[in-house]
């Protein structure tokens, strides 16, 4: 039995979550709206302020546990929102935000443009940090992703894009000759 779905979701103040037909969840909230069509199999009751998620054959368990946790990012990321830290490093690599774009010089003979994507957000503080927020989790991974793909860190001297959290695994590089 899945130790996670089991868990029931509380629904805070101020988010409204409707289940439709076929499973189609829309969640709204202070950050915006989600929705989100979930597998069929599962059973989404919600009662004063709880949502419960339970499963019609004993096959679907592994379900729940992906059901629930996607439900409740949702109204997480309505409430709270997600966000996703970049640090940019290397000798001329810098990146600045103009307008709703972000402008990447990444050592190429051009520079990369991002833009925003609906309500995902893409911010600069400063030329070496990006971040990334908006409210659908997936959305938000998804853009942070396709930024560090530009110039991935190296093993030898750490340079690009990495997540302020990433470990890079250094590698030592050539020995000369003795």
Do not use: C, W
């Given at each position: 039995?899945?130790?996670?779905?089991?868990?029931?979701?509380?629904?805070?103040?101020?988010?409204?979550?409707?289940?439709?037909?076929?499973?189609?969840?829309?969640?709204k909230?202070?950050?915006?709206?989600?929705?989100?069509?979930?597998?069929?199999?599962?059973?989404?009751?919600?009662?004063?302020?709880?949502?419960?998620?339970?499963?019609?054959?004993?096959?679907?368990?592994?379900?729940?546990?992906?059901?629930?946790?996607?439900?409740?990012?949702?109204?997480?990321?309505?409430?709270?929102?997600?966000?996703?830290?970049?640090?940019?490093n290397?000798?001329?690599?810098?990146v600045?935000?103009?307008?709703?774009?972000?402008?990447?010089?990444?050592?190429?003979?051009?520079?990369?443009?991002?833009?925003?994507?609906?309500?995902?957000?893409?911010?600069?503080?400063?030329?070496?940090?990006?971040?990334?927020?908006?409210p659908?989790k997936?959305?938000?991974?998804?853009?942070?992703?396709?930024?560090?793909?530009?110039?991935?860190?190296?093993?030898?001297k750490?340079?690009?894009?990495?997540?302020?959290?990433?470990?890079?695994?250094?590698?030592?590089?050539?020995?000369?000759?003795?």
């Amino acid at each position: 039995m899945s130790r996670i779905g089991k868990k029931p979701i509380t629904i805070p103040a101020g988010v409204e979550v409707k289940v439709e037909e076929g499973n189609l969840v829309t969640v709204k909230g202070p950050k915006g709206t989600l929705t989100k069509k979930l597998h069929e199999a599962m059973i989404i009751k919600q009662d004063a302020g709880v949502i419960t998620i339970e499963i019609s054959k004993p096959e679907d368990d592994p379900l729940q546990g992906l059901t629930r946790t996607l439900l409740n990012n949702m109204v997480i990321g309505v409430t709270e929102g997600f966000k996703k830290e970049l640090e940019v490093n290397g000798v001329g690599y810098r990146v600045q935000k103009q307008g709703n774009k972000l402008i990447m010089n990444m050592g190429f003979s051009h520079t990369v443009e991002f833009e925003d994507r609906g309500e995902t957000k893409i911010e600069a503080p400063s030329q070496t940090s990006i971040i990334v927020t908006g409210p659908d989790k997936e959305a938000v991974g998804q853009l942070a992703a396709e930024i560090r793909m530009v110039r991935p860190p190296e093993p030898y001297k750490g340079k690009g894009i990495k997540y302020i959290d990433e470990r890079i695994i250094r590698k030592e590089g050539k020995l000369g000759k003795k």
